[in-house]
């Protein structure tokens, strides 16, 4: 539905004004300037449900677009304070290199503690359990924008 808006705003005649209504809007949701309820919208999700060849279901949730936009334009313009806050402990998202440092390090931890094992756990059908909103709690108790 807000594709088709935002297409919309985009006429032939004038595609700067429609440039112009997408930064203004991205810019109230990026500072908060939204009310609760679309604060709400932004926030969900579409929920697909796919077949498994297996049998059953795999539930995948698509973001609102215009929240994907924002969170991934924020997300380009604080790189490396992001990196900088949370590399001792994220790998996987603007790392180069993530997955080979996590497994080197865990081979060296290893080797200094043979007594040790390492236990790999896929949890089923995990969407969604990840607290979005402790996330934004530790972000903004630290101050990163």
């Not at 297409?7 to 500072?31: M, N, R, V």
């Not at 992001?82 to 997955?99: E, R």
Request: proline share 5%.
């Amino acid at each position: 539905m807000v594709f088709e808006l935002l297409c919309d705003c985009f006429t032939p005649e004038d595609p700067a004004s429609g440039f112009d209504l997408l930064f203004k809007l991205c810019t109230h949701i990026a500072q908060g300037r939204v009310s609760p309820f679309m604060a709400y919208l932004l926030g969900s999700s579409r929920l697909l449900a796919l077949e498994k060849l297996s049998g059953g279901v795999r539930p995948i949730a698509v973001g609102e677009v215009l929240y994907r936009l924002v969170a991934r334009t924020l997300g380009f313009q604080f790189r490396e304070t992001l990196v900088d806050h949370f590399s001792p402990l994220q790998f996987g998202v603007a790392t180069h290199g993530g997955c080979e440092t996590i497994i080197h390090g865990l081979r060296a931890t290893l080797d200094l503690h043979p007594d040790w094992i390492v236990l790999q756990v896929d949890i089923r059908n995990a969407f969604n359990t990840v607290s979005r909103e402790a996330l934004f709690r530790e972000l903004c108790a630290t101050r990163v924008p």
